[in-house]
């Protein structure tokens, strides 16, 4: 692929994450191979090709050999299409195929229609219709038709230079039934777009898309996972359009809790990643609302992306706080995503991200986001290798962004020695630690901030309390032990922990 090329006119897919990753869409007057096993999409994205062609008054054509009109006007009309301004040629009419001694299974036999016709009747039809979208369906019948591989081969060729100069975009459909992957067409091709289709070890089916190669144009490379609904291909792109980056200074963002603020140095830096680290129901989550919660006080947005409880717990645990989060979700300030994690693709979590952080039409931004938890983002995809590479990048989207981003990871037990399911330490820009501790016989908890790229931070272990509808922390607890340990001990005066004479 070449980095740089000379300027050629572009046409649109008709599907815009298709463009996206094709930085704009096909060159115009090419011939392009689009290749899958059946099932996978590709006769879907070939009528959104000529679809799109047909809505900017040009005209198209679907030649098929292995489906027949009706066949083609069924799936158009179950994504809620209507082909009336495609032309569609059957190459061969059923009629002069099936008589009383033919199969009735099969549209022809390769013996009783000869290529050099099956050829000539295209080139005849498009010297007629002068269409400038032609979609070829599919190319695995002209290969038995041919039955020799030169042959094929030399059809294809001839196909290519037919269409060279009469400013004509094609797409040829090959559902890859040969028993040895044909690597010479991708070589006559302009360009080659594979589709794939595959089952994981517990959820629903997973299809992705990869641009092979797009002669003299840029695209994006790699696997971009893809999802076959009514209306067409949902496509999620591994990476999206390049977002203008904010060059002005934002103020340190904060919680409203102003002893939480001075643990923290003061407040967390816009553009930066926080991990809250620790056992299940120590305070993680509260902690990211009461950030979520104060942008959204200030007329900015905050954004939820929940794997492991739902929305309506959400908001009743913030009720039990005082938290006003439905008031926030009413004005559209807070929004909150819940996320299936046996449905959920890589690429498709990526691109709800991205659609999740664009400035909404009144020109509100937003500040925070927060994944509660990385533990459950793991758990819906356990058969991807590469997540926290993935992740990685996602906290680089939104650093550039300006937005402050929570990651909400629960250790393994709940007392004692825990264990982390994954380290993402390395990623997070802070680190706060939340435990439980006991003193006077009652379980307490205990919060400190162990990691700060940016800024200084307390290097004290504060208790942390929710109580009575309100999060509260405590001073400083200078005689306390063991907390890196994992059997963190108050060995101090219990008239320093928090208190009713202290409320």
Known sequence: ??????????????????????????????????????????????????????????????????????????????????????????????????????????????????????????????????????????LSEMRLLAQS?????????????????????????????????????????????????????????????????HRGQKFQGGFHDFQLLTGGLNLFPRKGQAQPVENAKFPLILSGNESLDNLVGGGLSAGTSTLLLGPAGVGKSSTAMLYAISAASRGEKAVFFIFDETREV??????????????????????????????????????????????????????VVVIDSLNGYMNAMPHERFLIVQMHEILKTLAKQKILTFLVVAQHGMLGHMATPVDASYLADAVILFRYFEAAGELRQAISVVKKRTGSHERTIREFQMKDGVIRVGSPLDEFQGILSGTPAFTGKISKLLGKEHE
């Open 149 to 213: 591989p030169l042959r094929y081969r030399r059809q294809i060729l001839a196909l290519k230079h037919f269409f060279t100069g009469r400013n004509c975009t094609v797409l040829m459909l090959d559902d890859n039934t040969a028993q040895d992957a044909d690597q010479q067409l991708q070589s006559i091709a302009h360009g080659v777009i594979r589709l794939e289709h595959m089952m994981g070890d517990y959820g629903g089916e997973r299809r992705r898309l990869r641009v092979i190669k």
């Open 314 to 367: 959400l908001v009743e645990r913030a009720a039990s706080l005082n938290m006003p989060l439905q008031e926030h979700l009413d004005s559209g300030n807070i929004i909150i995503h819940q996320l299936d994690p046996g449905e959920l693709l890589p690429g498709e979590f990526a691109c709800q991200i991205r659609d999740a952080i664009r400035p909404s039409d009144d020109g509100r931004r937003v500040s």
């Open 1 to 138: 692929m070449a980095e740089e090329s000379k300027r050629e006119e572009i046409v649109q897919t008709g599907n815009s994450a298709l463009d996206t990753i094709l930085e704009g869409g096909l060159t115009s007057g090419r011939v392009y191979l689009v290749e899958g096993d059946p099932g996978t999409g590709k006769t879907t994205l070939a009528l959104q090709f000529l679809l799109e062609g047909a809505r900017r008054g040009e005209t198209g054509l679907y030649v098929t050999l292995s489906e027949t009109k009706e066949e083609l006007e069924a799936v158009a009309a179950s994504h809620g299409w209507n082909m009336k301004d495609i032309d569609v040629y059957e190459l061969v009419d059923s009629s002069e195929l099936v008589d009383s001694n033919a199969s009735q299974y099969s549209m022809f036999e390769p013996s009783e229609v000869e290529l050099s016709k099956t050829i000539r009747g295209v080139l005849e039809h498009v010297e007629q219709s002068k269409p400038t979208r032609v979609a070829f369906d599919s």
